[in-house]
């Protein structure tokens, strides 16, 4: 399966089409959406843990926003 992943990334790499990027409003709703991502986990995931510490609970948060990217690739598939 390690070995798959990789190879998962670039072919859903390959596939984005870079102009349909070529606008201010694509830009805008992409740093939007990533902004959304990152504190949903950051809240979600950190509130579980929050009675371990403010310092574990920001360290899961943090550990839980890549994986999303295996979401993207299944989403491809």
Do not use: H, Q
């Amino acid at each position: 399966m390690a070995l798959i992943v990789p190879f998962s990334f670039v072919f859903t790499g390959a596939k984005v089409d870079l102009g349909a990027l070529n606008s201010a409003s694509a830009i805008i709703a992409l740093t939007v959406v990533t902004l959304l991502a990152i504190a949903s986990k950051l809240i979600g995931c950190g509130l579980g843990v929050l009675p371990l510490g403010r310092k574990r609970a920001l360290i899961v948060g943090i550990g839980m926003v890549p994986r999303r990217e295996v979401g993207i690739i299944v989403a491809s598939l």
